[in-house]
C-alpha cells in the first residue's frame, strides 16, 4: 500500500457546481394543455465501473402540483434522442417503451414520489446511452394539469429537461428521475439528482438535535486535512463547530470553531473548507462523521436533500446508501436518517493507491462528480 497525493479532492463526489443548490428548492414544470409534454433527455448512469448494459423496467419522479379532477391521464415514455432537427435537443416522439397513470391512481397526487409500474416493455441500455423520458397526457380534458418538481439549479443546467407548449424549450433545472433496473438496482441519467425534497434546516446549541452531520465508512486508508460544509451562520453573533468524530466510540478526531463575522456574509450560503491544525488518517473499513454543532443560542442554517427510499441514493454520486444523515441531542445517541445527506463532505490530502504486498485497498475513483 502506498499514499498518492490527491490535494483538495473533495470526498464523496461534490453535488453540482452551482454549489448551493439546496437552499434553492425545487421548480416546478406544469403541463396543463392538450398536446403539452415534458421531457428529460441525458447519458444513463449507474454506479460503479461497469459498462455493458441493463434493462430498464420502472421509471420514478416527483409530481409538483396535480389537478385531475376531469378524469385526465398521463402517460411517460422511454423514446429515442432526436440529434438532427434543431436546437434544443428533443426527443424522437415515438414511446418505444410506456406507461399510462390512471387518473384513479392514488399515487398520483400533490407533491408525491411517484414509481411507476413495468413499462410495456423492459428497455435495454447501455451505460452513457443517450435516452429521452417523455411525460404527456394519455387522455386530456380542459382544467387538468400535472407538475414535475426539480431541483433548482439557479439558471444552470448541464442536460435538457424541456417543456413542450408550442415548440420545445429548455428548463434550467437539475434532472429528478430514477430508473429501476430489471437486476433490483438503480440509476438515473448522468447529470440528475433523483430526489424527493432539498431544504435548509436552522438549529441552534438549545435545539433537539442540536448536532447535525453525516456518517461515512471510508472504502479506502486516506489523509484527511479537512471538511467542506455549505453552511449560513444567519447572523453576526452566531457560532458553530464543524467536528470530525470517530464513528466507533463518537470521540472527537479534530474540531474547527466557526466565528460568524469570520465569514463573507453571515446571511448567505456558501461552501467553507475548515482546515484541521493538523491532518489525520482516516482507515479503510472504518465509520466516521462529519458534523455541524452550533455553539451559540442563534441558529446555523445547513442544507440537505432527501430521497423518498434509501436505496435510491444508488443513483447519486459515491452510489453506496451507506453515507447518510446522523443527528443527536446533548451528547447523547445518534440518530440515523437514511433517506436524508447534508452538503458535508471530507477534504483529503492522499488516498490509497492499493499497490504493495498485502493487496491494500482499492482506490475510489468518484464516478460521478459535478
Not at 4 to 13: A, C
Not at 131 to 155: C, H, I, K, P, T
Not at 190 to 200: D, E, G, I, M, R
Not at 247 to 276: C, E, I
Request: with cysteine; aromatic share 12%; net charge negative.
Amino acid at each position: 500500500m502506498a499514499l498518492v497525493s490527491t490535494p483538495g479532492l473533495i470526498y464523496p463526489p461534490i453535488f453540482p457546481s452551482t454549489g448551493t443548490l439546496a437552499q434553492n428548492g425545487l421548480l416546478s414544470t406544469v403541463a396543463d394543455a392538450n398536446g403539452e409534454k415534458i421531457a428529460m433527455i441525458g447519458q444513463v448512469w449507474w454506479p460503479g465501473f461497469t459498462s455493458g448494459t441493463k434493462n430498464i423496467d420502472k421509471i420514478g419522479f416527483l409530481f409538483g402540483a396535480v389537478t385531475k379532477t376531469n378524469g385526465s391521464t398521463v402517460t411517460v415514455s422511454l423514446q429515442d434522442v432526436d440529434f438532427t432537427t434543431g436546437i434544443p435537443v428533443r426527443p424522437d416522439g415515438t414511446q418505444d417503451q410506456s406507461i399510462t397513470i390512471a387518473n384513479a391512481d392514488g399515487g398520483f397526487v400533490t407533491n408525491a414520489w411517484y414509481n411507476t409500474g413495468s413499462l410495456s416493455a423492459q428497455r435495454t441500455v447501455s451505460f452513457g446511452e443517450h435516452m429521452a423520458v417523455v411525460w404527456e397526457f394519455g387522455s386530456f380534458v380542459a382544467g387538468d394539469l400535472f407538475n414535475l418538481r426539480n431541483l433548482n439549479s439557479g439558471g444552470m443546467t448541464s442536460s435538457p429537461t424541456l417543456l413542450f407548449t408550442a415548440s420545445w424549450a429548455a428548463v434550467a433545472v437539475t434532472q429528478n428521475v430514477l430508473f429501476h433496473f430489471s437486476d433490483g438496482t438503480y440509476g438515473t441519467f448522468a447529470s440528475a439528482l433523483p430526489l424527493n425534497n432539498a431544504s435548509v434546516v436552522a438549529f441552534g446549541n438549545a435545539s433537539n438535535p442540536d448536532e447535525r452531520g453525516n456518517t461515512i465508512t471510508m472504502p479506502f486508508k486516506a489523509v484527511c486535512e479537512g471538511i467542506l460544509i455549505n453552511a449560513n451562520p444567519n447572523g453576526a453573533t452566531n457560532e458553530y463547530e464543524v467536528i470530525l468524530y470517530d464513528g466507533s466510540d463518537s470521540s472527537v478526531l479534530r474540531t474547527v470553531t466557526q466565528d460568524a463575522q469570520g465569514v463573507s456574509a453571515s446571511n448567505s450560503y456558501s461552501y467553507q473548507k475548515y482546515m484541521f491544525s493538523s491532518p489525520i488518517t482516516l482507515n479503510a473499513g472504518s465509520t466516521y462523521y462529519t458534523v455541524v454543532k452550533p455553539t451559540s443560542a442563534g441558529t446555523a442554517n445547513v442544507p440537505f436533500i432527501e430521497t423518498n427510499s434509501a436505496d435510491y441514493w444508488q443513483a447519486h454520486p459515491y452510489g453506496d446508501t451507506s453515507w447518510h444523515a446522523v443527528t443527536r441531542v446533548d451528547g447523547g445517541s445518534w440518530t440515523n436518517v437514511t433517506t436524508r445527506r447534508y452538503q458535508a463532505y471530507l477534504i483529503l490530502q492522499q488516498i490509497d493507491d492499493g499497490a504493495g504486498s498485502g493487496g491494500g485497498s482499492a482506490v475510489y475513483r468518484p464516478v460521478k462528480c459535478f
